[in-house]
């Protein structure tokens, strides 16, 4: 990390013309302002301000909450840029960028700044003696709009070398821009299949939680711009379509004590799967937690669309070794350095900084109350009907139901703070509203003469 010194001499020595200040909101839209490099030190010191207001607006393209408790009228919050978080990409080489924690004009923290709650888990980590690693994994679509039709920009299967080999100027290009800011790719490739074409993961370091999380906001800045110099759309969308794979952004845990051993980690493990009684309560508060956790991680109406069996996806409640249906997933022949825990259910749609905490508090509540997650479920259901007939209990189907259930989630509530639960909710309702008198053309073509 730079200090303010070493940043202030870099600024200078590369001509930097504006110093951008920026935070995220309960849509994980990436929101900034920007100043002239002469207040460069008082943006440093003190900030850029943005109204309060701004946390009303949705997902939903020009649309601002209307329940909630923030208006135009509401004031504003100063926007604090976090140094560590410093950036000048290669594709806007004069604008030196930042991350901010939101406070109030008082200097105390804004209730509804998200990076606020995994600060505030990794502290509660940190009492407990635990350091939270975390990586993320990131899908997306490479397509073109044409005449308002999707459409992909290759023709490679899943993980074919075609796909790669044809791609890979453009990911080449997402590589090196990614290590020019000091985010290191130990892969990726072409993923998704059958008519699923364009379908790209790229896979993150695994490093201190807070970090993840900013690493994972300056990657998608990265990819949208990349793919848009290149007359294309890097497209986050849970599901675009029925016919495209659905796009995940899966989190890798893993915890680790003052002595520097990784604490899921048992080679004695009477299970004979390696992993220790920690891995298995952190597994079980992912569990019990995990329909309030999709509010969460699957933020998006169109989060449900993907999470449905039979298509690579998490769909139920359980935990598996390999087995990529399950929403927590552990990876397979694993050492102390590489055991963790992977919970699949988020997507780009969710707030990376919300998503981590809630994942770190669920385990962590797992290990204080010694929850059991049971046996691992590896068999490979691919209908409802027949997960059902199993005894698996499936995900919530919808946002709404998924809402309902963080709300009445104390843990997760805790950690988000209140005041921010209520207000990220309101604002995830309004969007359910929106949607639902929305009719589909899948409804016009089977239901038009029904009667």
């Known amino acids: 990390m730079y200090t303010k010194k070493e940043i202030k001499k870099i600024i200078t020595e590369k001509g930097i013309n504006l110093i951008s200040v920026s935070y995220i909101d309960f849509a994980s839209k990436h929101r900034a302002k920007a100043n002239n490099i002469k207040y460069l030190d008082e943006t440093l ?202 796009s995940g952004m899966h989190i890798h845990s893993s915890l680790w004590n003052n002595n520097g051993e990784n604490e899921f980690y048992d080679s004695k493990d009477k299970h004979g799967y390696n992993l220790s009684q920690n891995a298995y309560y952190f597994i079980g508060g992912l569990l019990s937690h995990i329909k309030a956790l999709c509010a969460i991680c699957c933020p998006s109406i169109n989060s449900y669309k993907r999470l449905v069996p039979g298509n690579w996806n998490s769909d139920g409640i359980i935990w598996s070794l390999g087995n990529r249906a399950a929403a927590v997933r552990v990876p397979e022949q694993f050492n102390h350095n590489s055991a963790r825990i992977e919970l699949r259910i988020p997507d780009s749609s969710a707030n990376p900084y919300m998503v981590i905490a809630c994942i770190l508090i669920a385990g962590l509540d797992g290990i204080k109350n010694k929850i059991n997650p049971g046996k691992p479920f590896d068999l490979d259901l691919s209908d409802e009907i027949s997960l059902r007939k199993a005894g698996v209990k499936l995900l919530p189907g919808t946002l709404r139901e998924a809402l309902d259930e963080l709300e009445n989630d104390i843990v997760l509530t805790n950690i988000l703070g209140k005041e921010l639960v209520e207000e990220y909710i309101k604002n995830r309702r309004f969007e359910c509203i929106q949607y639902a008198s929305k009719v589909t053309e899948w409804e016009q073509e089977n239901l038009l003469e029904l009667v």
């Open 45 to 246: 010191n003190e900030g850029i301000r943005f109204a309060k207001g701004n946390f009303q607006m949705t997902q939903l393209t020009g649309l601002a909450n209307t329940y909630g408790n923030y208006s135009p009228a509401s004031g504003e919050t100063n926007a604090i840029p976090d140094l560590s978080t410093f950036v000048i990409n290669d594709y806007a080489p004069k604008v030196a960028k930042f991350i901010g924690n939101l406070h109030e004009l008082n200097g105390s923290p804004w209730n509804l700044c998200t990076r606020r709650p995994l600060q505030k888990a990794l502290e509660i980590a940190k009492k407990q003696d635990y350091k939270y690693i975390a990586g993320g994994e990131l899908e997306f679509h490479l397509v073109n709009k044409i005449n308002g039709v999707i459409k992909e920009v290759d023709t490679g299967e899943v993980q074919s070398q075609h796909g790669l080999d044809i791609n890979h100027n453009i990911l080449q290009q997402f590589i090196n821009s990614l290590q020019s800011i000091g985010i290191p790719v130990p892969k990726v490739h072409m993923e998704g299949g059958g008519k699923a074409l364009g379908h790209v993961e790229i896979n993150l370091e695994h490093a201190e939680a807070l970090r993840t999380g900013d690493m994972l906001i300056h990657t998608k800045d990265v990819l949208k711009a990349i793919t848009k110099k290149n007359n294309m759309i890097c497209s986050f969308m849970p599901k675009i379509s029925e016919f495209h794979t659905g």
